[in-house]
């Protein structure tokens, strides 16, 4: 089989889609030889034996709205064009984006993470437009979507028409070469602490947070914010923080590296990911495997991940999430539970077991058979 992959969401010092993107290639490489990657990161050819596209630096992700519009003309040229020339079985994006004009010969698979712009249109106003009149056509043009979660799947056919699509549930992973309980001799000088891993976009709930850490002033513990500052929010997180008087209680540590994770993982109280809406929520299972309690949303796809391995609060009510966070702070014996608990849940993941599924659809695909099911 001849594949190639967009993988333009693989960049340097990932997060969220560029971990994912990263990941699943490393592994589909492992099953693979006649491939043809597209990325910005040449680091690529180290997980195994490819052809490598670099792709132009104004389409990194990284450039916010106007790398996302020269990516969907560079998609709708260069890549219609390649594909269209080199006539690959499968077209296979990473994420919710690809080709919108006719590839014939070419089957063109791809991912569907979250519709979070749907979702919530209000802190996505151009993003919004994409997934009303732009995605349709990429999925109208596909013949077979992957979703990283049932609940992804279940938003998919509430919002689009998917008739005659194969429509697929293949979970994410992580890598368990990385995370896995670490000692906690590492950052001992943080005392106690608890941990939220991810963006500062508003869904991910993060004022809300502060406002539960407010609440809990009294008591010796810190919240480390794990993430890149992003200009557009960090300013106003960081206003909130001294609005609460938690200068020192509540600390921006920026973007980590992932080898660093699972040692801040493997020292927190807990993770604390109150979020409005996910599609997956890989931080869940990275800190569920490094032994780490998880204190999250109560919605269907953060159950879906966490099962009966975490903490469930209100994301919508901070005094939800304040009693989570003391909960754990004060009560050993849960709080050692849940980090059994999310060890073994954390085996049901992994990137191997995804890519094996990838694989069995493209094949299906290829072949010509196809799964329908809302």
């Keep these: 089989m001849k594949l190639f992959i967009n993988a333009t969401h693989f960049y340097n010092a990932p997060s969220g889609l560029g971990v994912y993107t990263q990941n699943i290639v490393k592994a589909l490489l492992n099953k693979y030889k006649n491939v043809k990657v597209f990325t910005g990161n040449k ?149 106690r602490y608890f941990l939220f891993v991810g963006d500062m976009r508003p869904h991910k709930n993060l004022d809300r947070l502060i406002q539960a850490v407010g609440e809990l002033k009294q008591y010796n513990f810190k919240l480390l914010i794990a993430g890149k500052k992003d200009k557009r929010f960090y300013p106003a997180l960081s206003n909130k923080v001294k609005e609460y008087g938690l200068e020192g209680k509540v600390v921006f540590l920026d973007y980590v590296p992932t080898e660093e994770l699972p040692y801040l993982y493997s020292r927190a109280e807990a993770l604390v990911f109150p979020s409005l809406y996910e599609g997956f929520g890989l931080p869940l299972i990275e800190a569920m495997a490094c032994g780490c309690p998880v204190i999250t949303s109560d919605i269907p796809p953060l159950r879906e991940v966490c099962g009966e391995s975490a903490y469930y609060v209100n994301p919508y009510h901070k005094d939800s999430i304040a009693e989570g966070i003391y909960r754990l702070f004060m009560d050993h014996t849960l709080k050692s539970k849940l980090a059994t608990m999310g060890i073994e849940r954390a085996k049901m993941f992994s990137w191997e077991r995804s890519a094996d599924e990838h694989v069995r659809v493209f094949e299906e695909i290829t072949r010509g058979h196809y799964q329908q099911k809302p």
Aim: proline share 5%; aromatic share 14%; net charge positive.
């Design 43 to 191: 680091d690529v050819g180290a997980y195994g034996y490819c052809s490598i596209v670099i792709t132009p630096k104004c389409i990194n992700p990284r450039r916010g709205t106007s790398g996302h519009i020269l990516r969907i003309l560079w998609e709708q040229s260069y890549l219609w064009l390649i594909t269209l020339k080199e006539k690959p079985d499968i077209l296979f994006s990473t994420v919710h984006e690809g080709v919108a004009l006719p590839i014939s010969g070419t089957k063109q698979i791809i991912t569907i993470h979250d519709l979070i712009a749907i979702k919530f249109p209000h802190y996505f106003k151009r993003l919004k437009y994409y997934f009303i009149h732009f995605l349709p056509i990429i999925i109208k043009n596909s013949r077979a979507l992957i979703c990283v979660s049932e609940s992804t799947k279940r938003d998919l056919f509430n919002h689009y028409k998917l008739k005659d699509k194969s429509v697929y549930v293949i979970y994410p992973g992580y890598d368990r070469s990385i995370f896995f309980p670490r000692e906690k001799k590492l950052f001992k000088d943080l005392g």
